[in-house]
C-alpha cells in the first residue's frame, strides 16, 4: 500500500472518511472490510477480510469482544462460541 488515500476521496465517495497516522508503505497487511459497499472489495487485490456476517457494523464490537474472550478464556469458549454463533444468525434473518 503506497499510503495514497485521503480523507477528501473517501469523504466525496459517500464515506465517512479516512484518517490515516502512518503513511509508509506496509510490508504486512491487513484489511478488514465492513458496512453495506463491502462488495467493491470483493475482487480487490487487497484480499481483504469481511469482519462481519452481512457487514452490520452495528455488531462488530460485540462479536469481537465475544471472540476475544473465546481466545482468552477456554474454559467458557464453547459458550463464548455459542453466542457469536446467535448473533450470527439473528442478523441474518433480519
Keep these: 500500500m503506497a499510503g495514497t ?3 477528501r476521496e ?3 465517495s459517500m464515506g465517512h472518511g479516512a484518517l490515516l497516522f502512518d503513511r509508509a ?3 504486512d497487511r491487513f484489511v478488514a472490510v465492513v458496512g453495506p459497499r463491502r462488495s467493491l472489495l470483493r475482487d480487490s487485490g487487497h484480499q481483504p477480510y469481511f469482519a462481519l456476517p452481512l457487514g452490520d457494523m ?7 469482544l465475544l471472540r476475544a474472550y ?3 478464556f477456554a474454559a467458557e469458549r464453547c459458550a463464548a462460541r455459542l453466542m457469536v454463533t446467535n448473533l450470527t444468525a ?3 434473518v433480519r
Excluded at 452495528?58 to 469481537?64: N, P, V
Design 90 to 92: 439473528a442478523v441474518k
Design 5 to 7: 488515500l485521503e480523507h
Design 25 to 27: 508503505a506496509m510490508a
Design 10 to 12: 473517501v469523504f466525496d
Design 58 to 64: 452495528m455488531i462488530a464490537g460485540c462479536l469481537g
Design 70 to 72: 473465546a481466545r482468552l
